[in-house]
């Protein structure tokens, strides 16, 4: 079974700045999809950033990146120009994507909170 | 404008009575999932449906019971609530299960029950 650890409870940024979130998983799949949400106080999940096991790039969206470190486990989001509106639980899911077809495997989460 | 809407959206109860979270997708998504959330232990699958009528149990189906009549609406029923499915609940739809897809997901429900 697929497990995913993001250690880090609670972090805290002044806007503007940089913020890492960590997060580590454990497969023995090849092939699988990770994923960073996002849930603000509206509790609304937004889907922030997708990443694919086999492609070596690491994905971007605007101010948002990874750190996709295969070999590792690793899968960390780095938030750039940290804004108030980046204030919520961010989420951190893995996907299988052979076998528990569709099935996401979530993270504990970690509260982010930008101070002005 | 595509969404999963979910009813209700904050629901009380008490113990041993019978309630239903209706949960339903305008995008036409073979997929559909319930999950709950809890303090420190993420989001977990209930159970999930790959198409009309097949239905599957997710990591902790135990209580619940899901029906997919439909391709939009898939229910979650509580046939004997208990304190301990007192949680944050999700629907959640994807195109297909399949290749990493896009899930979305509903409001979410706040059940107490009491």
């Known amino acids: 079974a697929q497990t995913v650890t993001q250690s880090q409870p609670e972090m805290s940024v002044q806007e503007a700045e940089t913020v890492t979130l960590s997060c580590t998983y454990d497969?023995?799949?090849?092939?699988?999809?990770l994923f960073w949400y996002k849930q603000p106080p509206s509790r609304q999940m937004i889907l922030v950033i997708r990443?694919?096991?086999?492609?070596?790039q690491n994905a971007t969206e605007n101010r948002f990146s990874v750190n996709f470190q295969k070999a590792a486990k690793s899968f960390s989001l780095k938030i750039s120009d940290s804004q108030l509106g980046d204030t919520a639980m961010y989420f951190c899911a893995f996907m299988n994507g052979g076998t528990s077809y569709g099935k996401l495997t979530f993270g504990q989460g970690t509260i982010l909170t930008v101070h002005p | 404008e595509a969404q999963v809407t979910q009813n209700p959206r904050y629901l009380i109860t008490v113990t041993g009575k019978k309630l239903t979270v209706t949960c339903s997708q305008n995008?036409?998504?073979?997929?559909m999932s319930w999950y709950r959330q809890d303090p420190g232990l993420g989001l977990r699958q209930i159970y999930y449906s790959m198409n009309v009528e097949v239905t599957d149990k997710g990591d902790v189906p135990e209580g619940y019971k899901v029906s997919r009549k439909e391709k939009r609406n898939f229910p979650l029923i509580l046939e004997s609530p208990s304190p301990n499915q007192t949680s944050l609940y999700f629907c959640a739809s994807s195109l297909s299960g399949g290749f990493g897809t896009e899930a979305f997901f509903g409001q979410g429900t706040r059940l107490t029950v009491v």
């Open positions: 995008m036409n998504h073979e997929y």
């Open positions: 990443q694919e096991a086999y492609k070596q």
């Open positions: 497969t023995s799949e090849n092939n699988y999809y």
